[in-house]
């Protein structure tokens, strides 16, 4: 799904002068990466270039090339010539990010999830793509745009992140090919950047995993793991929200296990839920998709209304239901 070329893009950002590049909530490594990544390419156009996220630059990325220039978004909106949604299934996702957006001529919105609706004048939605990044570098690519050692580690970064350092199932070829191209032309330190992404955490998030760790349940068939985490241990261990990324990969490596759920309850009455699929056949965009949220047919998320206890129950049911009616081997 795919209505813009990469042409048309590019033909778009020569010929504008302010940009606000934008990313989700919550952010990850491919959100933050992919934003600096084409920032730094329109800077090198000598663009002026603003790159907001609600949350800011997260501590544990703040190893990437200039991530001095992701801010948080301005409280006075600021107009600009072209606003660009990295990563972002659904628009309200930008969080703060969009309300600083004043004016802007043309809305560019670029990303790789498949409940994407495709809002924006300009759209360009790869559900194949494994990153929001290996988008970006193709658009770079294609068009010529300046690429650049920084450039080439926050993409790599970004690719690394979404891929589960390059496990998942839409890594490709391609995206081999993409990731040999950065390391050679952009001259990147593959164990440094892999340390700096998953041999950095602070102390502390191994002590929130020894406390989820407490919560774990399986279900009777050993198919659906899910563990959660209180305002009340949140508080208790001063964690930070970047903290548990990644830890719903302990449920994923369990054998036998197709759907791993991380339910963490939010200040604001709400849930957020972290859902993942091992198999095709249960596809857990679907699922959380019922609950308002969507995502990626094997990684996927809500944010639901409830106690913590009331969301686990209608989830859980829900995964129930689905894994029921699909034909799993
Ligand atoms: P997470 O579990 O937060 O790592 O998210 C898994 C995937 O689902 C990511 O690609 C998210 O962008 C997407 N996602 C998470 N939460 C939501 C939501 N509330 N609405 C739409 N997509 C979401
Ligand atoms: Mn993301
Ligand atoms: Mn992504």
């Known amino acids: 799904m795919s209505d813009t070329t990469f042409e048309q893009i ?8 302010r940009f606000a590049i ?7 490594g491919d959100a933050l990466g992919s934003q600096l990544a084409l920032a730094l390419s329109l800077q090198q156009l000598g663009k002026h270039v603003r790159v907001w996220n609600e949350d800011g630059m997260l501590e544990k990325y703040s190893f990437l090339p200039r991530a001095d220039l992701l801010t948080k978004p301005p409280s006075v909106a600021e107009d600009v010539d072209v606003a660009i949604a990295l990563d972002t299934a659904i628009q309200n996702r930008l969080g703060t990010a969009l309300a600083a957006v004043g004016s802007a001529k043309i809305w560019i919105n670029i990303d790789h999830h498949r409940s994407n609706p495709g809002y924006g004048d ?3 939605i790869d559900s194949r793509a494994p990153a929001t990044g290996e988008i970006i570098f193709r658009l770079i690519k294609s068009q010529g745009l300046p690429l650049n050692h920084d450039i080439a580690e926050n993409l790599y970064a ?16 391609r995206t081999f090919e993409i990731a040999s191209e950065l390391v050679r032309d952009g001259v990147l330190d593959v164990g440094r950047i892999s340390q700096q992404l998953y041999e950095s955490f602070p102390r502390r998030r191994l002590e929130l995993l020894r406390e ?8 009777e ?22 903290d548990n990324e990644g830890l719903i990969d302990h449920l994923r ?24 699929s091992k198999d095709e056949k249960v596809d857990v965009c679907a699922i959380c998709q ?8 094997l990684a996927a998320g809500a944010r639901v209304r409830g106690s913590l206890v009331e969301v686990e129950e209608k989830v859980l049911e829900e995964i129930r239901e689905t894994l029921k009616h699909a034909r799993i081997s």
């Open 290 to 297: 019922k609950f308002g949220g969507g995502g990626h047919t």
């Open 158 to 173: 970004a690719m690394s992140a979404d891929t589960g350092s390059f496990q998942y199932p839409k890594t490709s070829a």
């Open 221 to 242: 068939c050993g198919q659906v793991a899910s563990f959660s985490l209180s305002l009340k241990t949140a508080a208790d261990l001063a964690v930070l929200p970047e």
């Open 10 to 17: 590019g033909r778009v950002l020569r010929e504008h002068q």
């Open 22 to 28: 934008l990313s989700h909530v919550r952010p990850d």
């Open 212 to 219: 989820i760790l407490r919560t774990m349940r399986f279900s």
């Open 253 to 276: 490596a369990v054998r036998g296990v197709i759907v791993a759920v991380f339910f963490e309850e939010l200040a604001d009455g709400k849930v957020r839920v972290s859902m993942r």
């Open 122 to 124: 300009m759209v360009i």
